[in-house]
């Protein structure tokens, strides 16, 4: 019987090892392709138009979505099966690029096929991202939330650093259609590796037996910040988390521009290498947290902190 658990146990290591790698590059294709072709396609708008405005509008577009969609996209989560629809998202990523690349061959890439695709592929993408995270407890164990976790982090802020970096490259390299179809294809990829997680290898309760029933937007929405206002330790959190966001917005965020430019009157190289050192500090941090909340507890780290 001994020997019968060491096996299962094995198997289940094995296949956590395996689901934690096949997380790691899903995510850091997708998390990668949307930043790099967001900015490589920012730049384009630029050089076609002459326009910050059109620039603007077309960051805007890729993060504008993703704020109003999140909530939404959390309560049809909850309702369906994660492993369809982070898999389904990441291949209407793929799908979505390669149209427009077949789009592109008959006619010349405009404004109005820009805009929409960056509309829908941060729409895919604000899926994906809620999808991924809300599955991290189903498919690690509990000891291992805190390393995929700090993976997690660590993709996003390195992608955060090199996404526009590459992007700038890619732009002066390939021609913007060769670097859709290069991106579409690693899309299609990211999904079909999403198809070899086991998104039930540690099956804690999930909202997904819901699934069937009616979706109420609203209702679920109420009823998720009801739970959260419920619960102490979640709200103290929340608080927290906002109140720390505020300050550090108000604080650094917002002013750090016109400090460097104006007050210190640095040129922009100095400012690009500040800005970088936020990221950095990101992957520090996530390299970090494990080994530190093994000595110091959370409560205590985040009271400090």
Same mark, same amino acid.
């Given at each position: 019987?001994?020997?019968? *658990?060491?096996?299962?146990?094995g198997e289940?290591?094995?296949?956590?090892i395996?689901?934690?790698?096949?997380?790691?590059?899903? #995510?850091?294709?997708?998390?990668?392709?949307?930043?790099?072709f967001?900015f490589a396609? +920012?730049l384009?708008?630029?050089?076609?138009? +002459?326009?910050a405005?059109?620039?603007?509008?077309?960051?805007i /577009?890729?993060?504008?979505?993703m704020?109003i969609l999140n909530? @939404?996209?959390?309560?049809?989560?909850?309702?369906?099966? #994660?492993?369809? %629809?982070?898999?389904s998202m990441d291949l209407f990523?793929?799908?979505?690029?390669?149209?427009v690349?077949?789009?592109?061959?008959r006619y010349? %890439?405009?404004?109005l096929i820009?805009?929409?695709? !960056?509309f829908?592929? !941060?729409?895919? !993408?604000?899926?994906?991202g809620v999808g991924?995270?809300a599955?991290k407890?189903?498919i690690?164990?509990e000891?291992?939330l805190?390393? $995929?976790?700090s993976?997690?982090?660590? $993709?996003d802020?390195?992608?955060?650093? /090199?996404?526009p970096?590459? &992007? +700038?490259?890619?732009?002066?390299? @390939?021609d913007?259609? $060769? =670097?859709?179809?290069?991106?579409g294809?690693? @899309?299609?990829?990211?999904?079909?590796?999403?198809? @070899?997680i086991d998104f039930? /290898?540690f099956?804690?309760?999930s909202?997904?037996?819901?699934?069937g029933?009616k979706? *109420? =937007? $609203?209702s679920d929405?109420?009823?998720?910040?009801?739970?959260?206002?419920?619960?102490?330790s979640?709200?103290?959190l929340?608080t =927290?988390l906002?109140?720390?966001?505020?300050?550090?917005?108000?604080?650094?965020?917002?002013?750090?521009?016109?400090?460097?430019?104006?007050?210190?009157?640095?040129?922009?190289?100095? =400012?690009?290498?500040i800005?970088?050192?936020?990221?950095?500090?990101?992957?520090? &941090?996530?390299?970090?947290?494990k #080994?530190?909340?093994?000595m110091?507890?959370?409560?205590t780290?985040?009271?400090y902190?």
């Open positions: 019987m001994d020997a019968l *658990r060491m096996s299962v146990s289940k290591n094995k296949k956590e395996q689901n934690l790698f096949l997380y790691s590059m899903g #995510k850091t294709i997708s998390i990668f392709g949307t930043a790099i967001n396609l +920012g384009y708008v630029l050089k076609l138009t +002459g326009s405005l059109s620039f603007a509008v077309t960051l /577009l890729g993060i504008i979505p704020i909530p @939404f996209a959390g309560v049809i989560m909850d309702k369906f099966n #994660k492993k369809m %629809l982070v898999v990523n793929g799908i979505l690029l390669v149209s690349y077949i789009l592109c061959i010349e %890439l405009n404004l820009i805009y929409a695709t !960056t829908l592929l !941060t729409v895919f !993408t604000t899926f994906f991924v995270e599955a407890p189903n690690v164990s000891k291992m805190m390393n $995929i976790n993976i997690s982090k660590i $993709i802020s390195v992608s955060s650093i /090199l996404g970096m590459l &992007g +700038g490259i890619a732009f002066v390299i @390939f913007i259609k $060769i =670097f859709i179809i290069i991106n294809v690693s @899309f299609i990829l990211s999904g079909l590796s999403m198809l @070899f039930k /290898l099956n804690h309760q909202n997904e037996s819901q699934s029933g979706i *109420r =937007f $609203i929405i109420k009823d998720g910040f009801y739970y959260l206002f419920e619960k102490k979640i709200k103290s929340f =927290f906002i109140s720390v966001n505020f300050f550090l917005g108000f604080t650094v965020t917002v002013p750090l521009p016109y400090i460097v430019n104006t007050v210190l009157k640095l040129d922009s190289k100095v =400012f690009g290498i800005q970088g050192a936020f990221p950095v500090g990101m992957i520090l &941090g996530a390299l970090l947290v #080994k530190i909340t093994d110091i507890s959370y409560s780290l985040s009271k902190g």
